[in-house]
């Protein structure tokens, strides 16, 4: 059975799923040669194929270009949209394309997205946020919710089989979309490779003097969107500063989405803009500085189920502060202190209780290294493809090409 993955070329700006990809793509590379992954090739938008190929000379791989231009990119997202395109006015798409020169049996979309095909796929799910926090203006506003349940529900539905990376989130595909479980795989989010493979080190505190740091802080790298959650931090954060006299700054990192202006406003009104610092988007380096000198991540975000910066933190050494939030006690376990994201003031304990305890620092990093080396993007390249080969059986009763 031949399958081609498709890869989608995230860039760093886009966080989380720049990571995950570049980890899937790099374990792919890795395990070349091995049984697990023989048979497949890769898929990738034309704009980004050139690059893809020369990261691949010489490893066997082979790429394969989904050519699109504007007006086939426009009528794919009106397709996507709209069930009576779909039905009754179809025509091989780009995916399909290149999968067919690809000799390929099925498509694996490692990423998250919805893509047109008539292969048989198999897809990732990452959060269905705008099902469990609508109410948040990027999951809803401006039409958002209505495409994005639009193409959610064929897509999900028609996939072969999806993967999620804990049982709530197996429990959501059920409850919104009524997937049957036995469509539905459970494989852990790889911790990123980057930080485990920098691990837990002795870092000097004037490594940090070129970002404008100088005080000891909590660290949150999250884009500013409003569902990150800057604000109940910002307020909990404030609290410890004026209750508890905490000498210490809060470092955000991450892009402006559009409501960094909220969130220090908000800083302002509390009385400590200038304990809050903006660093915007970082180099990997630098925040891997970051992680390795914070007293904790304070990672209080409303969505999940499944989130990477507790994963890059337990790799790096840095306690974590983490929102209960569904699926937080599963992907985590007892190597965070858990707490209500809508409660500054069950934050701002946490956050106080990290900063005056060094022995439950101690502890919590502790298990989170054990707890961050259970899971590696080569163990999840392995599992998802033994998830798609296992499905051979019912492959074989037609060609692709019909």
Not at 123 to 142: G, I, N
Not at 313 to 326: D, K
Not at 379 to 395: M, R, T, W
Request: glycine letters at 8%.
């Amino acid at each position: 059975m031949r399958i081609a993955a498709y890869i989608a070329g995230y860039t760093p700006e886009a966080g989380g799923g720049y990571t995950f990809e570049s980890d899937v793509l790099d374990a792919l590379i890795g395990a070349v040669g091995e049984q697990p992954t023989s048979g497949i090739s890769l898929l990738c938008p034309q704009q980004h194929a050139a690059g893809l190929a020369a990261r691949l000379q010489g490893t066997g791989l082979e790429v394969f270009p989904v050519a699109m231009g504007p007006i086939g990119r426009r009528l794919e997202v009106l397709m996507s949209e709209a069930s009576v395109l779909r039905s009754h006015w179809r025509r091989p798409s780009a995916i399909d394309r290149a999968a067919r020169k690809a000799g390929a049996d099925m498509i694996w979309f490692p990423g998250a997205g919805v893509h047109l095909t008539d292969f048989p796929y198999v897809t990732v799910v990452w959060d269905l946020q705008h099902r469990a926090t609508p109410w948040f203006p990027e999951m809803s506003a401006s039409g958002v919710w209505d495409r994005r349940e639009v193409t959610h529900d064929w897509f999900l539905k028609r996939a072969t089989a999806v993967i999620v990376g804990t049982e709530a989130g197996r429990l959501e595909l059920e409850r919104y979309y009524q997937l049957a479980s036995g469509r539905v795989v459970i494989l852990p989010h790889p911790t990123p490779s980057f930080a485990l493979e920098a691990g837990i080190a002795v870092t000097k505190h004037d490594e940090l003097k070129h970002l404008g740091i100088s005080r000891p802080y909590f660290l949150y790298p999250a884009q500013f969107w409003p569902h990150k959650n800057h604000v109940n931090l910002v307020m909990a954060f404030a609290q410890i500063v004026r209750e508890r006299g905490i000498d210490a700054d809060l470092v955000l990192v991450g892009s402006d989405k559009g409501n960094r202006a909220h969130v220090l406003a908000a800083a302002s009104a509390a009385g400590i803009a200038e304990r809050v610092r903006c660093l915007g988007f970082v180099a990997r380096e630098d925040l891997i500085r970051l992680y390795r000198n914070a007293i904790a991540l304070a990672y209080v975000s409303w969505c999940g189920p499944e989130n990477l910066p507790p994963l890059e933190a337990f790799a790096l050494g840095c306690p974590v502060v983490a929102a209960r939030i569904p699926g937080a006690a599963e992907q985590l376990g007892d190597a965070a202190l858990l707490v209500d994201p809508g409660d500054p003031a069950a934050i701002a304990e946490g956050l106080a209780r990290l900063y005056g305890d060094a022995g439950i620092r101690a502890d919590l990093v502790a298990k989170g290294l054990a707890r961050a080396q259970r899971w590696t993007a080569r163990d999840y390249v392995q599992g998802a493809v033994a998830a798609l080969q296992a499905l051979e059986p019912i492959l074989r009763c037609w060609r692709s090409s019909q």
